[in-house]
């Protein structure tokens, strides 16, 4: 019972002082999502969270749960005339942020509404009323108020909740559901009558999606879906070319129509496409029709068209929001891995003011980015063990890589080069002692010793075929394993 109250004490004294704390979420909003421009001030919605970015001070500022967002999943956003940013989210949430006055208003309808997906897709702006493009329909609210006035379920002849991902105004409104087209006819009385609205089915498979769009070019009107270009015919919308892409953005610019993928932009001159620009470093989100424009990516917001330098527009942070173990180095910088997985974010470091990332593409001697677990040696030395490529160490500003067939420890059976480290920890001789996954010689435990030497030790029955594997080990103050 005594330790049991013990624990307890421990607990709630910790939580009572992290409450006088701030704390301070860092992530990565590299992923554009959406953006909006007002006043030299970008928006932008990404995987991370929101920031804004001003052009007269080239200050950022960032939003993420710890500066009040209901959700860090942003999916749209919008800037409303009198100054406020209406931010959707994948749960439904509504945050509308007030930069003036730096506070937040918070919707929750959506997000508590009896539906299974309740996405916010896009905002449409209409004087005083805010139109809500959501995966069961449109919603419509009064901005100045923030009540909701009725939502549309039922477009046309489209399937009742169909998902709505793209709303736009010319003569009226205009909706992009995941089946098709619908348009509200100019004039009605009741647009939640379902007979309010004339729809236009895609034929085939395929389907739009989040980043689907539609432009009008040499008197035709196209439609961006997850296989291809289509086009609306008036009877039906068809396949007409690119089939197979998913399409993240259609839109003219002087004259010029561009097609967007996840890593080419094409120009297309109503007979025939042409490849303008290619990356295989991140991929290309849209094109934002702004004076000048702005190429959405992966990896920031760049001006339109693209130059091929590194200037982008990103707040900086983590390579990924992945994070699987940190720890902190003896001048105070925190170090992380980002996961398992060979193709993650690699490793991130942070001085509390900036971040780092180094991954294969920046740092020559790190052959795979999955590290999943770091360690603090006795010297200040910091190890990182690799999902595939043994580990990694930094130590006066260098870091060093040891993997097979150089490091004589034995990978999975399948290919011994391949060497997860499991974990790894130093005794108090400084002695290295490391764990590996699946030993191809059942060796799953090794140690280096102070003199360089290594020494494995078998945990796998010699009766058995069975590969032997163990997770964690600690070492205690007598350096017992």
């Known amino acids: 019972m005594r330790f049991l109250l013990l624990a307890f004490f421990v607990v709630t004294?910790?939580?009572?002082?992290?409450?006088?704390?701030?704390?301070?979420?860092?992530?990565?909003?590299?992923d554009i999502i959406q953006i909006d421009v007002s006043d030299d001030v970008l928006w932008a919605a990404t995987s991370g969270g929101v920031f804004s970015y001003d052009y007269t001070t080239s200050e950022y500022t960032t939003y993420t749960k710890s500066e009040g967002l209901s959700s860090q999943n942003v999916t749209a956003i919008r800037i409303h005339p009198d100054g406020d940013v209406w931010v959707g989210t994948l749960e439904g949430y509504i945050d509308v942020i007030n930069p003036n006055e730096n506070s937040i208003s918070y919707i929750t309808d959506i997000a508590k509404a009896d539906q299974s997906s309740?996405?916010?897709?896009?905002?449409?702006?209409?004087?005083?009323?805010?139109?809500?493009?959501?995966?069961?329909?449109?919603?419509?609210?009064?901005?100045?108020?923030?009540?909701?006035?009725e939502t549309y379920t039922k477009l046309g002849a489209l399937t009742t909740n169909?998902?709505?991902?793209?709303?736009?105004?010319?003569?009226?409104?205009?909706?992009?559901?995941?089946?098709?087209?619908?348009?509200?006819?100019?004039?009605?009385?009741?647009?939640?009558?379902?007979?309010?609205?004339?729809?236009?089915?895609?034929?085939?498979?395929?389907?739009?999606?989040?980043?689907s769009s539609s432009v009008s070019y040499g008197g035709k009107s196209y439609i961006g879906t997850d296989n291809g270009v289509y086009r609306n015919v008036g009877t039906g919308i068809?396949?007409?070319f690119l089939s197979g892409v998913s399409i993240y953005d259609l839109i003219v610019i002087d004259n010029v129509f561009y097609v967007v993928t996840s890593d080419n932009i094409y120009s297309y001159d109503g007979s025939n496409t042409q490849v303008l620009y290619s990356s295989s470093e991140y991929e290309y989100k849209g094109i934002y029709p702004g004076s000048p424009p702005l190429l959405l990516t992966s990896n920031g917001v760049t001006d339109f068209p693209p130059t091929g330098s590194d200037d982008f527009i990103s707040p900086g942070g983590p390579a990924l929001n992945s994070f699987s173990d940190m720890v902190v180095d003896n001048d105070g910088n925190l170090w992380a891995g980002s996961g398992r997985a060979s193709s993650v974010g690699g490793i991130y470091k942070f001085d509390g003011i900036a971040w780092q990332n180094f991954n294969h593409n920046n740092t020559d001697v790190i052959k795979f980015d999955g590290f999943h677990r770091l360690y603090k040696g006795n010297n200040g030395v910091i190890y990182f063990a690799n999902w595939g490529a043994g580990y990694s160490t930094y130590d006066d500003g260098e870091f060093l890589s040891f993997y097979p067939p150089e490091l004589p420890v034995a990978g999975i059976s399948v290919n011994p080069n391949f060497l997860v480290i499991w974990n790894l920890e130093e005794d108090s001789d400084g002695n290295l002692w490391l764990l590996n996954y699946e030993a191809s010689d059942r060796n799953v435990l090794s140690v280096k010793t102070d003199t360089g030497d290594w020494i494995q030790y078998r945990m796998a029955s010699p009766l058995s075929a069975v590969v032997g594997n163990a997770e964690h080990f600690a070492i205690d103050q007598n350096d017992t394993k």
């Open 13 to 30: 004294s910790l939580l009572s002082a992290q409450i006088e704390g701030v704390w301070k979420n860092y992530n990565n909003m590299n």
């Open 118 to 149: 309740k996405r916010i897709n896009d905002f449409l702006v209409k004087g005083d009323s805010i139109y809500i493009a959501t995966d069961f329909g449109i919603s419509l609210m009064n901005a100045n108020t923030l009540l909701f006035i």
């Open 162 to 211: 169909s998902k709505v991902f793209n709303l736009s105004f010319d003569t009226t409104i205009r909706a992009l559901c995941e089946k098709g087209v619908a348009e509200l006819i100019p004039g009605s009385i009741n647009p939640a009558s379902p007979d309010a609205w004339e729809s236009i089915t895609i034929t085939g498979s395929a389907s739009l999606f989040e980043y």
């Open 238 to 240: 068809l396949q007409d």
